[in-house]
């Protein structure tokens, strides 16, 4: 696993990588002195002190007010779930998944079970590029036309969520007449 931003608790330069002991073992220059022996691994502030400072002060904010995750988390579940009851009630025309406050939207035949599925089975990119340009045209913003992945961060509030269902429900409603 590689970690970044948050560890070092915004502070630049920040990384961490964690696995599996007997992978982790590979970099110890302790137990293999042996530069040959062990996989090298480093950088430009490793072991900085600020960073380091920066990332355990903020990881220990967010241990102790655990509540923000699941406040965040339950939100957007919520939102995932009303969007989602949306496109059933527009035919289907999509699917909305995710977990926590990851959402994708996916024009599709059917439910997808991976990144491969969602791909294979779009209905038309068309629509991929229609929900971009229509949620721009109103504020909503998010990375690219080709694929509708929203990662909400804790700044985005209720107001927001529900700004975003309603837009989309606005699209199907334009897309799909009842």
Not at 117 to 124: C, K
Request: charged share 20%; proline share 2%; glycine share 10%.
């Amino acid at each position: 696993m590689t970690l970044g931003k948050i560890v070092g608790g915004g502070y630049p330069g920040a990384g961490a990588i964690a696995s599996r002991s007997e992978i982790m073992e590979l970099l110890n220059q302790v137990k293999k002195p042996s530069a040959r022996a062990r996989s090298f691994h480093g950088g430009t502030f490793t072991g900085n002190r600020i960073t380091l400072t920066a990332g355990y002060a903020l990881i220990s904010y967010l241990n102790h007010h655990r509540a923000l995750y699941e406040n965040f988390n339950n939100l957007w579940n919520w939102v995932r779930g009303e969007m989602d009851k949306a496109c059933e009630e527009y035919g289907r025309i999509c699917w909305v998944t995710g977990v926590g406050s990851m959402l994708g939207i996916h024009f599709t035949r059917n439910r997808p079970i991976n990144a491969r599925i969602a791909y294979i089975d779009r209905i038309d990119d068309g629509l991929y590029s229609l929900l971009h340009l229509y949620m721009r045209t109103r504020g909503i913003l998010y990375m690219t036309e080709h694929t509708a992945h929203l990662l909400p961060s804790m700044i985005h509030t209720g107001d927001h969520a529900r700004a975003l269902m309603e837009e989309f429900k606005n699209l199907l409603s334009e897309v799909i007449r009842k």
